[in-house]
DNA sequence: CAGTAACCGAGACGGTACGTCGTGTCTTCTT
DNA sequence: AAGAAGACACGACGTACCGTCTCGGTTACTG
């Protein structure tokens, strides 16, 4: 079992180093001081030890803050997000998205395990936000979301620079304003 | 010169059949009925050649219509980059950005010759727009095409069902009520 | 020690089916319904297992006879190795043969266990025979050994079908009318 | 085409240095400066590759003596089969002959391209020495060619040490006394 | 209108990595 | 205490493509 938290690491570690394209088994493989059949006999690819590697270092964390204020909230959880997305993780997430592009498996994988359980995470607080008539409440829960996060993604996929703090407060803010509750025009 | 034809058609039709990844350099010049070197000696690499191929497809396309009502031509617009998106060209596009995430030439590319183009074009509206008083002054313009746009592409790489119109209907109206002028509430 | 017993059959059997090159260690572990360890335990390589597996099914056998005709003893001699040459034994025998072309310990093992002790043996009934003035006394015995076998084991190595007992019956007629005593001439 | 001439030397070379079974068909690759793929390309396996560069080496050679000698002639051409198989030669055909115990494509190559050939010139010489009066009419040409080179092989198979000139030429008497005409003895 | 270049198909080539199999060692858990 | 079960590092397998490189055999341009 100690075979398994040398290959998470080495493999976090080179495909950081690298970028996930230019990593091969063989290589993790060889830095993690293991045979490649030991990677294969966990995994079925390269995606799916990657999925796990970054599950593994994100774990349950991101939990959503609730100090009542939608708006600050948000901030807080998104500039965490970014700064994470800037780091070591940035790098495997968007090899993981591209695998995804053309494997079913490490897509769906994707979605089930870090995506969704995110989304409804931050759905419960959003809904939260809307009985406390801080969101309008004829919007989906889940299209806020997407709202809300889109943007990052697309720096993140689109661009070299990273998403900087400034901006995403700015692109939040624009975001918020649209969801916001329309004031009672009599 | 027919040749080139022959290879981006292939190259084409083989990867929205097989998917980016699946398609190899080998099987495009089989399929198009060349010799390896033919694809070689015009472009470096498969990304290189996919991103001619999605260029070559959809042209200088997809110009911006004016008819005086931003909220109606963003929506025509976005639309029809939808429809795009969701046959043949989708899948191309969904590879070149993969291989962006590992390619910087590639990613370097994308963003020249497709994203920066028609950024430029739906900014130049967006400043129309302003103009007129039907969106915020304050905000760049740079930062509304994200806003908008960004979305759509979470949608292309995340999920694997495509974008419904109406969906993306609703997430402009959502977008776009963010970005109109405050009324002065004096 | 009854997993040595499951071990040897299991042994035997497999090679005899498959051919000794494509029977592994593990497919005998697993037939024999043992673990690996319990097979390297006793034996070193497959080589050793398979000589110790042919010994045990051939034992002490195949004794000479000693009728006083020396002719029709070795007949009788050849014909039951022949017979045995030609069933699960000869699969095995042609593996081990194979195996120490390249494995010096199972080619030292080869002569010490199984081809010595029967060339002494003959070579014993053959001195007899010389007393006994029905082969001539100035041939080594060990050379009338290997004009005697040799041609088993060439057909056995060489050729796909068996040695017929007709053929053999002729093939050692005409080596002992080489090997008789020269009738004084003068 | 020279890849090839590459790939039979450094094949003959290791293969004679290191033995027949320790040699994998990467080194021969690494060895003769070659990727796998060529090896592959021309041979299906390292059994049809050392058949080749065992006939590529011996060529048409050995082809048989007539002095009108038979027995002069068999010996000439034994010992030089035997001074053959004592060198790099050796090596590769007890390697082939091992391979063919489990490879039946390489067992019946062997006897088409080396065995078969060799046999059919040798029992036209045969056949001379019979219409000549030098060997019995009542074997079979094909009988005798066994007994006469069977020793040989069984030498070289079983024995460590090789078949010394002194111990051939032994062979060959006896085997020939058994073989000439029968005095009518009326 | 012949000569010569550019372009092409075909595919051999040296490589790298793949995912699988079997080796012989080792540890763990069961009985 | 013995042994099955199987994880493990390792090395080789045979395959798929990579990108480079000759090879001949066309067009089609030019001198």
Known sequence: MEARRAILDAA????????????????????????KTTIYRWWSSKGDLALEAINDRVGEAIDFPDTGDISADLRRQLLEVARLLDG?????????????QSTPTVGAALLDTI???????CEARLAKAVDDGQLRPDVATRMMVELIYAPLYYRLLFKTDPARPRDIALLLDYTLSGLRPVPATD
């Open 12 to 35: 976090i570690t080179l495909i950081s180093e690298r970028g996930y394209a230019n990593v091969t088994i063989e290589a993790i493989a060889a830095s993690a001081g293991v045979g």
């Open 115 to 121: 995506i969704e359980p995110r989304t409804r995470a």
């Open 88 to 100: 070591e993780i940035g790098v495997l997430f968007r090899g993981i998205v591209a695998e995804a």
